[in-house]
Every structure is written in structure tokens, then in C-alpha cells.
């Protein structure tokens, strides 16, 4: 799913092709794409695009007179600038915006069709789309502190709560948790003053360093490659490669459909993570340490 740092290139590169441009049409591919009723899709054609905005993870068009168009890539979701009047793909693609010189089109891989689409009107109807996730850099430390401890969950789970902060998802909550040295599996009521900090430094200091290397490409050419997966990140992604800090191996633990990556020396001692299905399965057998389980490879 596009992340804070990808939303933002989209926006970078959405501004300098439709501000200021008028929306000629709008074309519907897939009827399960727009999840509102009113105002009608159409009533957006003539309308100029005054501003593209975010609100977590979702891209909102901001339109003449309070419409908006709020679009939910979701996990597989897509956004391509082709020329105007530019064709769909058969399977994948869902709708496009037709401009005067260009069309922004949207796609979705697989079958399942989870991104969406709203019609809005108004600032307040478009504030129910927000799920009220704190942006991290609008936060002091103390700030930050107060969110992380409303609720004690791990870290992990609470970096990815879109009603805890804002943008963060699977790939860059990895990336921010070995960054700060920290276990996802560690519980945010145990933080102590210093790893509370260095959290929050880790997350200002790894989204700006993705935000500033992704929308400077993207003033270069249409954001055409985003991915979760990126050849510089440090862990996610990464499981059975070296650990860019210490070379040991990055492992990862799986849940449901969400894979969480980290490095075992660098985040949790030398302790080896399990999954909540095999560690029960494997109960006293499962590896404790990396040790345990080279020593199981080789046997």
C-alpha cells in the first residue's frame, strides 16, 4: 500500500500536471471503484483542479466551488500519466481523469477490488474520511509520547494505526523500527524516556529521508514504480539478507497477510520473533537465537 512517502510523490507529481487545469471528463471503468452516490461523479466535469491534498493515506483532488475527489489506492491501487484520451487496460485498469494534455488513469492488480472512490462535498464532509492519525512531523516529543501510550499495543501495531499517526504503514514501520533499534513485537507501555525519543527521531528522520528521495524523483518523471519494496531499504523486504548495520540475516515473522521484517542483533538482542501460528506449533522447539537456528540448518 502507497505510504506516506509515495503519496507524497504522487502529489508532487499530480500538482505540476492538474492545478490549474480543467477536469474534461471522467471515465468509469469499474463499477466497484466509486463508493458514493452524491453528488454525482459527472457534476466534476468543467470543474478546475485547485489543489492536490492528503489525508493519510488517501489522494484528495480538490476541485472548484468544495468538491473533492477522494481516491483510496489501497495495497494494489495505481496511478499512471498517459496521453490525453489514453486507453484502459482490460483487467487491471478502473477509471481515468481526462485533461486537455494528459490522462491520469487509475489501475488495481489482482481481482480484488479494494481501492476506492468518493464524490465529496464540503470541508466537513471531507473530514469524515480522515481517520485522525497524527502527522509525526506536526508533533513535539511529547506529543508523540502521549499517542504512542494512549493505548498499549506493540510497536509495530502502533505506528501502522491510521487513528494513532498518519501515513505510516507495513514497509516504513519496519524501516523506522530498525532505524531506532527496537523490537516491533515490544510493547509501547515499556518505552523508556530515551527509546520513546529516539522513536520519535527514527520516524521524522527515515520518512524525510524517503519523502525528500521520492518526490525528487518525481519531479523528474511520473511516480510510474511504486512499491513497498526498494532496493535501499535496510530490512523490509529483505528476509535471508544481510542487515545493512551488523550483516546478519533479516528475519521476519508473518501475520495473517502482513509481513513484519527486522534484524535480530540490531532490534531484539539476538532473539528470534515467531509468529503467532508456528511459535504454538512449534512451542519448545521453535529457535530461540539465531545461533539455535543455524545450528538446526546445518543438522
Not at 487513528?163 to 504503514?169: A, L, M, P
Request: aromatic letters at 8%; proline letters at 5%; hydrophobic letters at 40%.
Amino acid at each position: 500500500m502507497p505510504e506516506l512517502p509515495d503519496i507524497q510523490a504522487y502529489q508532487q507529481a499530480l500538482r505540476e500536471r492538474l492545478v490549474g487545469k480543467e477536469v474534461e471528463g471522467i471515465r468509469l471503468q469499474s463499477p466497484f471503484l466509486l463508493r458514493s452516490v452524491e453528488p454525482a461523479l459527472e457534476s466534476c466535469a468543467g470543474r478546475v483542479v485547485r489543489d492536490i491534498r492528503r489525508i493519510g493515506k488517501r489522494i484528495v483532488l480538490e476541485l472548484d466551488q468544495e468538491r473533492f475527489l477522494v481516491l483510496h489506492l489501497m495495497i494494489a491501487g495505481r496511478l499512471h500519466w498517459r496521453k490525453a484520451g489514453a486507453g484502459l487496460p482490460g483487467k487491471a485498469g478502473l477509471a481515468a481523469f481526462d485533461f486537455e494534455d494528459g490522462s491520469l488513469t487509475l489501475t488495481e492488480a489482482g481481482s480484488k477490488r479494494r481501492a476506492s472512490l468518493y464524490v465529496v462535498q464540503g470541508e466537513a464532509a471531507l473530514a469524515e474520511h480522515d481517520r485522525g492519525g497524527a502527522d509525526v512531523f506536526a508533533l513535539d516529543l511529547k506529543g508523540f509520547r502521549h499517542i504512542l501510550q494512549r493505548e498499549n499495543h506493540t510497536l509495530k501495531r502502533s505506528l501502522i494505526d491510521p487513528r494513532f499517526f498518519s501515513g505510516i504503514g507495513n514497509a516504513y514501520s519496519d524501516e523506522i523500527l530498525h532505524h531506532a533499534g527496537l523490537s516491533p513485537l515490544r510493547w509501547s507501555s515499556r518505552l523508556d524516556e530515551s527509546q520513546t525519543e529516539r522513536l520519535f527521531d527514527s520516524c521524522r528522520e527515515v520518512l524525510t529521508l524517503w519523502c525528500d528521495r521520492l518526490i525528487s524523483q518525481a519531479k523528474k518523471s511520473f511516480p510510474e514504480k511504486v512499491t513497498a519494496f526498494r532496493p535501499d531499504m535496510a530490512v523490509h523486504g529483505k528476509f535471508g539478507k544481510p542487515c545493512p548495520q551488523c550483516a546478519a540475516p533479516v528475519q521476519r515473522i508473518v501475520y495473517a497477510s502482513r509481513e513484519t521484517n527486522y534484524c535480530a542483533p540490531c532490534q531484539t538482542n539476538g532473539k528470534l520473533l515467531a509468529d503467532r501460528a508456528l511459535s504454538q506449533l512449534l512451542k519448545k522447539d521453535w529457535p530461540r537465537t539465531l545461533e539455535e537456528l543455524e545450528a538446526r540448518r546445518q543438522s
